[in-house]
Nanobody, 120 residues
């Protein structure tokens, strides 16, 4: 059974940085990409960034472009999200997810999330 576990969340002041990690366990599995999402209270889950597992191609939401960087370590089965210049509106629970197919929009496995709180 594939499990994704996020870590690295916490409280930071506006303008600060945090680095999130997402480790996959439960065996090897073929995936097209890994992504990061976030959800603030009372809002829908929002896509943030995606990286293809082979090739490392990245894609970002406009809201984080230039401030957040997604990367991966294939050998460690881990994906990262470096968040810089954080704003109070970045406060949310951050989730990582694995996308098995390149041919639909579905993410197949999800972590439980890690809280990021940005104070003003």
């Amino acid at each position: 059974q594939v499990q994704l576990v996020e870590s690295g969340g916490g409280l930071v002041q506006a303008g600060g940085s945090l680095s999130l990690s997402c480790a996959a366990s439960g065996g090897t599995f073929s995936r097209y990409a890994m992504g990061w999402f976030r959800q603030a209270p009372g809002t829908e889950r929002e896509f943030i960034a995606r990286i293809t597992w082979i090739g490392g191609n990245t894609y970002y939401a406009d809201s984080v472009k230039g401030r957040f960087t997604i990367s991966r370590d294939n050998a460690k089965n881990t994906v990262f999200l470096q968040m810089n210049s954080l704003k109070p509106e970045d406060t949310a629970v951050y989730y990582c997810a694995a996308k098995l197919s390149a041919y639909d929009s579905r993410y197949d496995y999800w972590g439980r999330g890690t809280q990021v709180t940005v104070s003003s």
